[in-house]
């Protein structure tokens, strides 16, 4: 069972930074893709930022310039710099792999991140 562990949450004042860390319990190469994704309350969860085996990625048009992922294979790590800080950045955010053989999905359990004005 793979098992995806987020850290680096927490409080942070707008136009700051924080890394998020997502630690899976086996090798990231054999995911397709990984991700983060974010749910405000009153929200639906978006897609925030994608990393594909290939080493391409995608960002929400609203972090793009201000987060970026990269991925640590040697470490099954994937990571989420996110700097200039917005309060409408605040929410819950996962981590998320994808794999095609078999066709499966994996979700951390979540962490906060609150941007206060």
């Known amino acids: 069972q793979v098992q995806l562990v987020e850290s680096g949450g927490g409080l942070v004042q707008a136009g700051g930074s924080l890394r998020l860390s997502c630690a899976a319990s086996?090798?990231?190469?054999?995911?397709?893709?990984m991700g983060w994704y974010r749910q405000a309350i009153g929200r639906q969860r978006e897609l925030v930022a994608q990393?594909?085996?290939?080493?391409?990625?995608k960002y929400a048009d609203s972090v793009k310039g201000r987060f970026t992922i990269s991925r640590d294979n040697a470490k099954n790590t994937v990571y989420l710099q996110m700097n200039s800080l917005k309060p409408e950045d605040t929410a819950v955010y996962s981590c998320?792999?994808?794999?095609?053989?078999?066709?499966?999905?994996?979700w951390g359990q979540g962490t906060q991140i609150t941007v206060s004005s």
């Open positions: 998320n792999a994808q794999s095609n053989i078999p066709v499966r999905e994996y």
């Open positions: 086996g090798s990231i190469f054999s995911f397709s893709a």
């Open positions: 990393i594909l085996r290939i080493g391409s990625s």
